[in-house]
Structure formats: structure tokens, C-alpha cells
């Protein structure tokens, strides 16, 4: 078992991993705010719009996952963060100049094979420079940066498209519009921090020896012996990211469409919201989960989530159905923020279930299935849902309240099915 690391070095490689997860929420979701004018400019649809940010990440997110665990597991995980956010960063940025939804929809599949690296590694380093009872809320605060980021998408774009048209730009960038200006300043920066990967310490595999034999198990045998506790696990917090991202992508257009709201309010509305409610929800989840652990429950990461989901279908349904004031909504939507980031604590609870040279790949899975049924299908699901349900754009809200009553109730049975082979899960490999 790794030696965990100083606090100081430990909270430190906390801090330049979460910023890393920052720039690379804020590369992929930064499009979420720029659907009106890239439908305009791209004649692109709804459904359109849904397959870009969701599917086209997704796909190749999931597919480089597994094989970027594998790598984290054998090789310096630091290089391979560093390789990552280099592909990631120039990928976002060439989607500033895709001319059609084609090009956009390649450019965003470079976005996803690149950022594909960053939480592999960042969940096996974490979960080995950390003792088990702080797993949690280290990973829960590196977390809270798909937080930071999103809320910068809504700042700084919302702050870049108001400001874009008085922008005294060159003749060569001229002919660019606001959006794709977007696409170039949000995602460049990141080939400069990635250098940022050689101050992550590393960790390197358990050598083997003889009494170390389960370290070096193959992934597949393990997952296979516990195959209800990962099936439980993955599919349940796959489908809180499902709610998560169709909401987070859809919120937008929708205060656009049914409040009338310019971008930069939305832009503001949202990211304040979101920032205030969402960086509440992972802090308290980890801390949550840490403090239950402590109690000797093994099962404590699935908790919070579980008592989390219910409230959610009701504040959603209200939100979006119901409530007119702008206030209110912004208060309601950071309560939703703070409810749904409750299932990273799972995340934490895998780790520390899977011996610590099988830990990049667990996560890798997780990741996997997360984005397989999260990020590619919470956003083409809504947008399926008015284009084809509805077959009404002004109801948007109904989509997204429709995804919540169909969904929450199939993730409480799931969770709750997981809970019992979590406990088996936790005492086996802490024995």
C-alpha cells in the first residue's frame, strides 16, 4: 500500500489537479452558453447541439478511458496528464474554427480523447497520497473544479460575447465571430498549464512480491467477483450524471426561451448559482462520506446521494415547471447544484474498494460508464425529448423535468440494491 504524503504535498497536488479539472471543464462545457449563436451560424438544431456537446464528447471520452487507466496503472501518470491536457487544449481550440457541424462535431471528439487522461490519474494519485478516511473529501474537492469550470464558462463567455461586438480586433481575427473567439482564449491557455503535470508527485505500482499477489490481479477477474457492486455503483451514479448534464446543458436555453433573459445574464445567473451551490454539494458530500466512514460505515459513500435524489426531483420539478421569478430559480437551481454532486462520493468508495495498482483503470471504468450514460446521453436526451416528444422548444423545462421523473426513481432502486455489496466490497480489500 502506497505511503501517503505530507499534508502539505498532499493538499498541494489536490490544488494543481483541480486546476487542471478546471480549464478542463470550463474546454468542455464552455459550448453549453454558445447554442443560440452556433445554431445561427452553423444552422445546426436542437438535436444537432445535442449530439456536439454530448455524443461527440462522450464518445471518444469513454473510448480513450479504459486505455488511459491502463497507462496510469504502468507508466508515470504525470507524463500522461501532460500528453492529455496538450491534445485536450489545442482540440477546444480548434473548435473555433470548425465551419460546419462536422468539423465541430471532430474537433469536440479531440476534446474528449484528451481530457480522457486527467481523471484516471488524478483519482489513482489522490487515493494514494491521502489516508482512506480523507479519501473522500480530497476527491470531492478536486471535483468541485467541474464547478469552477463551468462556472467560468458562464462568466467569461457570457462577459466575451456582450463584450466581443465593441472589441477593436485585428483584420485577422475579424472574421471570426464571438463564439469562435470563445473557443481560441478558453482553450489555448491550457498548453501552458499543462507543464503544470511534472509538480503532481509520483506514484508507482506496488513492486510484486509474494505477498502482493492480489495487487497484481488482472482488472477483469476483480470486476467479475464483484460484479453486482460495480454494476451497482457505475450504473447509479451514471444516471445522476445523466440528470447533471441535461440539466446543466439545457438550463441556458431554456432562462433564454421562457424568461427571455440575454446570454450575459444567463451566463451570470447560472455560473453564481452554480459555483455557490455546486462547490457546497461536493465539500459536503466528501466531508459527509469521511465522517460516516470514520463511524464504520462501509457503505457510507452511497448515502449521501441516496437521501439527495428524491429532494432533487422536487426542487427540478418546481423549478422548471412552476416558478417565474428569476430569483427564485437561481436560488432553487443552486439547490439542485448542491443535491446532485452528492454521488462523487462513489467515486471515493471505488478506490478504495480496488487494490491500489488496479485504482487508474477502476476509475478509467467509471469514467467510462459515466460519460457512456451521462455526458452523451443527459443532453441528447432532453433535446430528444422536445424535438421529438414535445415537438415545442419554448418547453424545454418540461423535457428536463420529464428526464428527472423518469430517472431518479430507477437510480434510488439501484443504489439502494448496491448498498450491501458495497459493505462486502470495503471490508474485503481493507482487511
Not at 320 to 329: G, Q, R, T, Y
Amino acid at each position: 500500500m502506497p505511503t501517503p504524503a505530507s499534508p502539505a504535498r498532499a493538499w498541494l497536488t489536490v490544488a494543481v489537479l483541480m486546476l487542471m479539472y478546471v480549464v478542463s471543464y470550463l474546454d468542455r462545457f464552455i459550448i453549453s452558453l454558445m447554442v443560440e449563436p452556433i445554431k445561427q451560424s452553423l444552422a445546426i438544431d436542437d438535436f444537432g447541439i445535442g449530439l456536439v456537446h454530448g455524443l461527440a464528447f462522450a464518445i471518444f471520452y469513454a473510448l480513450f478511458g479504459l486505455p488511459m487507466g491502463w497507462l496510469v496503472d504502468r507508466f508515470p501518470a504525470r507524463k500522461v496528464v501532460f500528453c492529455g491536457m496538450l491534445a485536450w487544449s489545442l482540440a477546444a481550440a480548434a473548435c473555433g474554427l470548425a465551419k460546419n457541424f462536422m468539423q465541430l462535431f471532430g474537433a469536440r471528439l479531440g476534446v474528449g480523447a484528451g481530457e480522457a487522461t486527467l481523471v484516471p490519474a488524478a483519482n489513482a494519485i489522490i487515493s494514494k497520497t491521502f489516508p482512506p478516511q480523507r479519501v473522500a473529501l480530497a476527491l470531492a474537492i478536486f471535483s468541485s473544479g467541474s464547478v469552477l469550470g463551468s462556472t467560468l464558462a458562464y462568466l467569461a463567455g457570457g462577459y466575451i460575447i456582450g463584450a466581443a461586438a465593441s472589441w477593436n480586433t485585428p483584420d485577422w481575427l475579424a472574421r471570426f465571430e464571438p463564439w469562435q473567439l470563445m473557443f481560441f482564449i478558453t482553450g489555448l491557455p491550457g498548453v501552458a498549464l499543462a507543464f503544470l503535470a511534472f509538480a503532481v508527485p509520483e506514484h508507482r505500482s506496488p513492486a510484486v512480491g509474494p505477498d502482493e499477489r492480489q495487487e497484481q490481479l488482472p482488472l477483469m477477474p476483480y470486476l467479475a467477483a464483484r460484479r453486482r457492486y460495480f454494476t451497482c455503483s457505475l450504473l447509479g451514479v451514471s444516471l445522476v450524471a445523466v440528470l447533471a448534464y441535461g440539466t446543466a446543458t439545457w438550463a441556458p436555453s431554456f432562462l433564454i426561451r421562457h424568461h427571455g433573459l440575454p446570454v450575459h445574464e444567463v451566463a451570470t445567473l447560472l455560473g453564481i448559482s452554480s459555483l455557490i451551490g455546486g462547490s457546497a454539494g461536493f465539500i459536503f458530500a466528501g466531508w459527509a462520506a469521511d465522517r460516516l466512514f470514520l463511524a464504520g460505515r462501509h457503505d457510507a459513500h452511497l448515502l449521501p446521494i441516496l437521501y439527495a435524489l428524491p429532494i432533487a426531483l422536487i426542487v427540478a420539478s418546481i423549478n422548471f415547471l412552476w416558478v417565474e421569478s428569476v430569483a427564485v430559480f437561481a436560488v432553487l437551481y443552486g439547490l439542485t447544484q448542491f443535491l446532485l454532486p452528492m454521488a462523487t462520493a462513489i467515486g471515493a468508495h471505488i478506490q478504495l474498494a480496488t487494490p491500489p495498482a488496479m485504482r487508474g483503470r477502476a476509475a478509467a471504468l467509471k469514467i467510462t460508464v459515466e460519460q457512456l450514460l451521462g455526458i452523451s446521453v443527459g443532453p441528447a436526451l432532453v433535446a430528444a425529448i422536445t424535438e421529438f416528444g414535445l415537438r415545442d422548444p419554448a418547453r424545454v423545462g418540461h423535457s428536463i423535468v420529464l428526464m428527472y421523473v423518469g430517472l431518479v426513481p430507477i437510480a434510488i432502486v439501484i443504489l439502494a440494491l448496491g448498498r450491501r455489496p458495497a459493505r462486502e466490497a470495503l471490508r474485503e480489500t481493507l482487511a
